[in-house]
Each structure stands twice: as C-alpha cells, then as structure tokens.
C-alpha cells in the first residue's frame, strides 16, 4: 500500500541548482494518475501524516516547516486543508504572510519568519512566506535590486541553520497555467459564494505573470538544496495537486529518520490492572 504513487515527490522535485523551465511545465500534467487512485493515495497519506506527527512530537528534536508559494487562485489555501486534514490541529501552526505590517518592515524581511518557526516536534504550515521577498518585492519594485538581490544567500543561510538545528523546510511552488488561473479568477469575481476572495489587485498582478515567472525561475534556482530542496507541483487539476503536496510532505517526515517511541513492555498491562474508578 505505501509503495502506491510511482515516487511523485521525486517527479516534481527540482534538482538543487537546476533552472524551472515553468513555461515547459506542464501545469495541467496528471502524472499518470487516475483521479481516483490520486484520492485513495491522499487518504492513505494523510492516515500515514498522522503517526509521523505523533512520532515527531514524541522525539521532540526535530520540526517541520511547509511553505506554500504561487501565483494568485494556485490552490494554497487549498493544499494547506489537505495538509491539515491529515494532522492534529493542536500541534500544528498555521500562518499567512501578507503585506508586511509597519512594525514588521521596521525590521529585517526574516524577522516575521522566524518568529513563526515550529518548537521542535511540530509543524508549521506557511502560505506564502519570506519567498515573497524576492517575488513580489522584485517584481514590484518594492526594494532596489541591490536589497532584494543578496537575499538568496541570507535565505540559504537561514534554512541551512534551521536544519543543522533539526527543522526541514518543504518548499512547494503551485504552478498554474494562465488559462486556469484566468477561470478560477473569474469564478471569484461573479460567484457569490466565492465573491470574498476576489481582489482587484489578483488582475492587476496577472498582467505581471512573465516578470513573476522570471522571478519564481530565479528564485527556485538559487535557493533550491540538497537539504531545502523546490517541488514544482502541476496544480490545475486540484487532485494532482493534493496527491503531490501529501506524498511530498509524508515523504519528507520519513527521511527525517524520527525515532518511533517503544513504549515500556509492562506499561499497558500495569493500565489494565487498574482498579476500576482510578
Ligand atoms: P492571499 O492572496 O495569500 O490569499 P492576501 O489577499 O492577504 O492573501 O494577499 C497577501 C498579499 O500580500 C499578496 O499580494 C502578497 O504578494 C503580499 N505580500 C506578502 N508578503 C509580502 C512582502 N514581504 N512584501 C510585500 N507584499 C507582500
């Protein structure tokens, strides 16, 4: 059963220094999978997510961060629910990082990120994150390229003392075509029920995609690790999606190698012998 899902973290996973072509990422892709194989293996990843969260909490040494970026409508809030269906809510944090406040731009651009990194043995869900710094901070031209440019290095100086210290961080790039994007946008637009996440700064940022893409591509390429590597995930058909985020993530907890707890030979014994009313 554990074997089902043909490696799809390793399909997605963008080789440290390797350039995203993501014009010929194929963002509609379904990876080979049927619809309904993808759903069975998001149930059975996230039965899977739930022991390794117990095991990460009980060695107590090590922490999880997930980080989702992409273009407006790529499915973040979307993904971090699948994620979250398949964990305990009480260890897990989850954070949005929009505009920065004033008190945060008084400080350096990690200062609200590390601020939210997980205590060990626990997770954190990030949707957007300090990528946006050299994304929409670039492409906006919200800081001369002289500050955003060195930010690839403090970024990999960052998440390389974070695993030293024993805390991964998963880097997932929603990649949606323009057309998809464009459907997903007018939905929100004219649907009431989805009328709440419409914003009329989402258009004004599609005019600006192949400057967003020049700088996603930039980006993947200079912070992609051996340690914090990018998945590129085909996310316009939401199942692919899901099944791509959760294969990654349980993947990524198994090589963290957690230790499993071994529970004292005689402690369920000693429970069971109880008195009754103790
Ligand atoms: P979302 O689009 O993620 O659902 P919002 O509608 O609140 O949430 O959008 C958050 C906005 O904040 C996005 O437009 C994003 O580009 C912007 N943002 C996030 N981080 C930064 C940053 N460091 N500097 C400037 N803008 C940022």
């Not at 690790?225 to 907890?253: C, G, I």
Request: net charge negative; hydrophobic share 40%.
């Amino acid at each position: 059963m554990r074997r089902m899902g043909h490696g799809l973290h390793r399909r997605v996973r963008i080789e440290p220094g390797k350039r995203a072509d993501l014009a010929k990422i194929d963002a509609d892709d379904t990876l080979g999978l049927e619809r309904d194989e993808a759903e069975e293996l998001v149930r059975e990843r996230q039965e899977r997510l739930e022991v390794l969260q117990g095991y990460l909490k009980w060695g107590a040494a090590q922490a999880l961060v997930v980080l989702f970026q992409g273009m407006d409508a790529g499915g973040k809030d979307g993904a971090v629910r699948q994620l979250v269906a398949g964990l305990n809510p009480m260890i897990v944090n989850f954070v949005a990082f929009g505009k920065p406040t004033k008190e945060e731009l008084a400080h350096d651009f990690l200062w609200r990120i590390r601020r939210e990194v997980p205590e060990r043995g626990e997770i954190s869900l990030f949707n957007r994150s300090h990528y946006e710094d050299v994304l929409v901070v670039r492409v906006d031209e919200l800081v001369p390229e002289p500050v955003w440019r060195p930010r690839f290095e403090v970024i990999n100086t960052f998440e390389a003392e974070l695993a030293r210290q024993g805390t991964t961080v998963v880097k997932f790039m929603l990649h949606v075509s323009r057309d998809e994007q464009l459907e997903r946008l007018a939905e929100r637009a004219t649907l009431p029920e989805k009328h709440w996440k419409h914003s009329a700064d989402d258009m004004r940022k599609r005019g600006q995609w192949d400057a967003y893409m020049e700088a996603y591509e930039e980006a993947i390429k200079r912070t992609g690790t051996e340690v914090s590597p990018w998945y590129v995930v085909p996310a316009d058909r939401k199942w692919v999606r899901n099944a791509v985020v959760l294969d990654t993530v349980v993947h990524t907890l198994e090589e963290m190698r957690l230790p499993t707890p071994t529970p004292p030979e005689d402690a369920a014994e000693e429970l069971l012998n109880r008195p009754a009313g103790d």
